[in-house]
């Protein structure tokens, strides 16, 4: 058994943000700790990237970091209204979310062009007698 440090990303922080977080565990491999602290509260657990770094450290850093890991105000507010209160303190560790191959937003001339394509599809099936309107319903 080896003692990790695993630095994620966690979430609550407001959209397009992430918190920064560390986790000390114990465990076989680094693999096996980033899985125990993906599964952890508040960690995201759906992105690929929530798993920023796995780190082995020696037994006396796993005490210090559990130490500081129980004072944390992030982890130990039970709903965003606490977490305002420590807001002063969390800010240094919250980030924003980057895009790592997700596609960006569209704007808004690409979302009108597509409202105007299928409009003319609709238009043209309604034409030939596709579209079939229940008005009695």
Do not use: W
Request: charged content about 30%.
């Amino acid at each position: 058994m080896g003692f990790f440090e695993v630095t994620a990303k966690c979430g609550h922080v407001g959209r397009g943000q992430f918190y920064m977080g560390m986790f000390y565990v114990r465990a076989e491999n680094g693999s096996e700790a980033a899985a125990l602290v993906r599964q952890k509260p508040r960690v995201k657990h759906h992105h690929k990237d929530a798993i920023l770094s796995v780190v082995n450290i020696c037994y006396d850093e796993y005490i210090a970091g559990r130490e500081v890991y129980k004072t944390n105000p992030y982890f130990n507010c039970k709903n965003r209204q606490e977490q305002r209160i420590h807001e002063g303190e969390l800010s240094v560790d919250i980030y924003a979310e980057t895009n790592f191959g997700k596609r960006e937003r569209r704007d808004d001339s690409d979302r009108l062009a597509r409202l105007k394509a299928e409009r003319r599809f609709l238009r043209k099936m309604d034409k030939h007698g596709y579209i079939i309107y229940d008005l009695g319903a």
